[in-house]
DNA sequence: TCTGAAAAATTACACTTGTAATCTTTAAGA
DNA sequence: TCTTAAAGATTACAAGTGTAATTTTTCAGA
């Protein structure tokens, strides 16, 4: 966990596709992320320059350094507590926060492999040990 | 699973909460969603005549029955069904489409009781063993 | 030092959403 | 039948979002 209850802003779709690179990339310029975004949308500069920007009025990104003209940004939040925040968010909405329903719609709607089961309940598993011994302190 | 790969529209927040009243109570008139909502929430009835407009335009909402001047609506979408897209689609744009990082952060978040670890497991479980012997026919 | 290209800032514009207020129609009772 | 309250329809309006175009600033080279 990287920061208990963390304060993350509001990030919309196409935004979650700029932090991704910088949380990829890690600092990364205007350019540097154009570049990126190249190959896997068809986004125009301008627009990823907008959404750079918003994310920065927003506080999802800060300036690192100023290259010439050029600003290097840095996000302000780590990928994991936004993956959390926006976890919390939709279960909230959905499944009234709890993710006993949200599992459970998703296996009957057969939206789950065997191989995927699995995988889950090894994660559980480890989850569950986890629960029976506490996290040792690193003093 | 209701409807395999239905096509539900889109359902904002404050929709999913009045869509939730139908489900909940069947077909009802507009005054029956305002004073079931009343409670729940402060909303203006005027307000909430606005989401159920703007839901049956959507045809998330379909007219059941004109009692005087009152139409009677019904949901044409299951909510199972809406819980789905819901999910894939918060799944797509946050955990690029996989249901294992989603747990996997929420776990690693420390998110999870115990109690509902063991929920997810059992549950899981019996997914497991349907996968093994697969539904039979009912014919 | 002046200029032009590149970066950044400002502006644009339609659609959705939250949150109603106002205008219009209609049914039911006086 | 006429009136009026209650439904419904239309309109409102700001914030957020997707998707840029236009305008302004500024560095780097001629």
């Known amino acids: 966990m990287s920061n208990p209850n963390p304060t993350v802003p509001q990030i919309s779709d196409a935004e979650w596709t700029v932090m991704r690179v910088f949380w990829d990339r890690g600092d990364s310029s205007t350019g540097d992320v154009i570049d990126a ?11 990823v320059q907008t959404l750079i920007r918003r994310l920065h009025k927003k506080g999802a990104l800060e300036v690192a350094a100023k290259n010439g003209r050029e600003f290097v940004y840095r996000p302000t939040v780590a990928e994991n507590d936004c993956e959390h925040a926006a976890s919390q968010s939709f279960l ?4 009234d926060g709890k993710l006993t329903p949200f599992l459970a719609n998703f296996v009957e709607n057969e939206a789950v492999s065997k191989e995927e089961i699995d995988e889950l309940r090894r994660l559980l598993d480890r989850a569950a040990a986890d629960h029976q011994e506490p996290e040792e302190q690193a003093s």
């Open 92 to 95: 909230g909405r959905v499944f």
């Open 37 to 47: 975004l190249q190959s896997r949308t068809d986004w125009n500069p301008k627009t």
